[in-house]
């Protein structure tokens, strides 16, 4: 058998601690997890109290299964929420959520997925002087940095064109000598271009993100991505100095671009990257979820759109056949093979040599959100076996991932 390098995720922020350790019932879950997969890495989404992430990181101390805290840095977490006012401003001056294409449950979760602006220093200032305490108090082997990130078309079409806030202005004159306020019309001018968009229009389109990424847009989308990166590296060379790993939780390369995330730079500043090819989750970051809001946005935008016609145009920018309508699409799901697509785009970055790439896959099964049963796990499976990856995180919740889930990943890398 070839080791890969295996890691798997908990969120313990919404567990009873006492849950934890009736029946020894984390214990028995980790051992199972270390037993089946040989697992050489938990990364912990921490409790508000922490006695659940010591009682976690006891129990790995003790099956050798190295730790990471799990640190999310520009959304709301139990611990930090976020005002409407204080998230990022869109180029019609409003804060939340959009209208095209997004979520309808965006808001009824545990999480309201508003995002802060990477350069306002203020509050980011904040969730700073917090991720120096519960950095030095978890004492764990690494950091997984997540929500690094602007909002995803999940939180409506609109949002991926942020931020205009005061801090950003300020930014963009001294990077660019420019005033960011001239880009708001030019937005508002894609959007009136948007009702005019037609199959004719589209088929000139090799990737996804160019139908809402304009030559025109350039600076300001550079400006996003440098941004995110500035803030990723501020937490990034701070957990360095105490010595710790770094782990990035990124959307899909196919993605990327539209929430800000430049693979190339954020290499720069991390161990290892986490692509989230997540093929059956309707959650943010889950690609049905995701498409389906992109579908959607231009579905209502432009009436010329007939929605197969725009599937299969979709379909033929990602490389792989999506179901024929936007509600079976969110119900299927996208088809595996889309992970041998997303990992060729990760290669094409030619990323520095020695970061890894660890594909992030879901295991796990919430209803309404994600439910992998034998038949997609052992899709997943072979198709990572067969493109010979690294390693792998199964996603994204410990908990949430059935003991036979586990088993039969276990049971298959027996055979390889
Ligand atoms: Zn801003």
Redesign the pocket.
């Known amino acids: 058998m070839t080791k890969k390098w295996l890691g798997t995720q908990i969120i313990l922020n919404n567990v009873n601690y006492h849950e934890l350790e009736k029946n020894d019932f984390l214990r028995r879950k980790l051992s199972l997890a270390k037993e089946a997969l040989n697992l050489d890495t938990l990364i912990i989404w921490p409790d508000s109290d922490y006695k659940g992430l010591y009682l976690t990181r006891e129990i790995c101390q003790e099956l050798k299964i190295k730790t990471y805290l799990w640190y999310s840095i520009l959304a709301d977490i139990s611990l930090f929420k976020i005002r409407l006012e204080q998230t990022?401003?869109t180029f019609q001056g409003l804060h939340g959520y959009g209208t095209s294409g997004s979520w309808e449950k965006l808001g009824q979760g545990e999480e309201d997925f508003f995002f802060l602006?990477p350069?306002?220093s203020g509050n980011l200032n904040n969730i700073f002087q917090h991720f120096q305490h519960i950095l030095k108090l978890a004492d764990l082997d690494g950091v997984f940095l997540d929500r690094i990130r602007f909002p995803s078309p999940a939180n409506g079409l609109e949002t991926i064109y942020?931020?205009?806030?005061p801090?950003?202005l300020e930014s963009f004159y001294n990077d660019y000598g420019e005033d960011l306020n001239k880009y708001r019309n030019e937005i508002k001018n894609i959007f009136k271009r948007f009702k005019a968009l037609d199959i004719d229009g589209l088929v000139t389109y090799e990737h996804l993100s160019q139908i809402f990424m304009p030559a025109n847009l350039k600076k300001f989308f550079d400006f996003r991505r440098k941004s995110i990166y500035k803030t990723t590296k501020m937490f990034a060379d701070k957990a360095r100095e105490n010595g710790k790993l770094i782990g990035l939780d990124l959307f899909a390369p196919s993605l990327a671009a539209l929430v800000g995330q430049d693979y190339k730079l954020l290499a720069e500043v991390c161990d290892w990257i986490k692509p989230m090819i997540y093929c059956h989750t309707t959650g943010p970051a889950g690609l049905p979820l995701e498409l389906s809001s992109l579908l959607k946005a231009l579905m209502n935008l432009a009436p010329n759109l007939e929605e197969e016609l725009l599937i299969q145009e979709i379909s033929r920018m990602l490389g792989v056949c999506l179901p024929g309508k936007r509600e079976a699409l969110l119900k299927k799901g996208v088809p595996e093979e889309i992970i041998r697509m997303e990992m060729q785009k990760v290669n094409d970055f030619d990323l520095k040599k020695k970061i890894k790439i660890y594909i992030g896959w879901e295991a796990v099964q919430i209803p309404d959100i994600a439910y992998i049963d034998s038949g997609v796990l052992e899709k997943y499976l072979s198709i990572i076996w067969q493109l010979n990856l690294e390693g792998m995180v199964i996603s994204w919740d410990l908990l949430k991932i059935p003991d036979e889930n586990l088993k039969l990943v276990g049971d298959f890398l027996l055979k390889q």
């Open positions: 990022v401003e602006c350069n306002d942020t931020c205009f806030c801090y950003c």
